[in-house]
């Protein structure tokens, strides 16, 4: 069993930047899958950002050059850098661990956009 635990969100006014984290408690880190998902209320889950053992990574197209997803290894932990926040960015925000039939899920932390 891995836990992931988020941290990081908070309220920003549009057009700022946040840094999502998320720790796993695993020590095999490496060979997961990260990825983060939002969700808002009223609308479904979406995949927003995820990066793979080898390091390569895939954007949903609404944040595609406004959001980096980057992992450190040797600390067990997967960050989500977010620029020119925007109010429709605005969700609860959670990490999956993923590697083959497993798959692992944070709480979330909140992600609130507005002036």
């Known amino acids: 069993q891995v836990q992931l635990v988020e941290s990081g969100g908070g309220l920003v006014q549009p057009g700022g930047s946040l840094r999502l984290s998320c720790a796993a408690s695993?020590?095999?880190?490496?060979?997961?899958?990260m990825s983060w998902y939002r969700q808002a209320p009223g609308k479904q889950r979406e995949l927003v950002a995820e990066i793979n053992i080898g390091g390569t990574t895939n954007y949903a197209d609404s944040v595609t050059g406004r959001f980096t997803i980057s992992r450190d290894n040797a600390k067990n932990t997967v960050y989500l850098q977010m620029n020119n926040l925007k109010p429709e960015d605005a969700a609860n925000y959670s990490c999956?661990?993923?590697?083959?039939?497993?798959?692992?899920w944070g709480q979330g932390t909140q992600v609130t956009v507005s002036s």
């Open positions: 695993t020590n095999r880190f490496s060979i997961y899958t």
């Open positions: 999956n661990a993923r590697w083959l039939l497993h798959a692992y």
